[in-house]
């Protein structure tokens, strides 16, 4: 399809220029300069693509990390939990263990 669009183009040049050549260099002009704006405006549009894919790229390595960090809290927060737990554990099985052996100190006395 574009070589034959191409062809066609080439044609209606050559046509042009043996017919009106001053006209023909100005519509070639034209033509070429609204190409380049074209292919301009299309480089535009890919690079707006690129950020904007970027940008979403980017929110969503963000909020990964975040979802990450909110994880890595938590987990520290369980273990201390269950640090302070095994601590308040064994404290409690101390003190069982010296009440027992002070009552059992009392009853031996008695």
């Known amino acids: ?26 519509v070639m002009a034209a033509e070429a300069s609204i190409a380049a704006a074209e292919r301009a405006a299309e480089q535009r549009e890919r690079a707006a693509s690129k950020a904007a894919d970027k940008a979403v790229r980017a929110e969503e390595l963000a909020r990964r990390r975040e979802e990450s960090r909110k994880r890595k809290e938590k987990a520290e927060r369980a273990a ?12 409690e099985r101390r003190a069982t263990t010296a009440r027992r052996e002070t009552e059992a100190a009392a009853a031996r006395a008695a």
Not at 18 to 24: I, L, N, T, V
Not at 80 to 91: D, G, H, S, T, Y
């Open 80 to 91: 201390m939990e269950e640090m302070e737990a095994q601590f308040a554990a064994e404290e």
């Open 1 to 26: 399809v574009y070589e034959h669009e191409a062809d066609v183009a080439a044609t209606r040049a050559d046509l042009e220029a043996s017919m009106w050549p001053d006209e023909a260099a100005e």
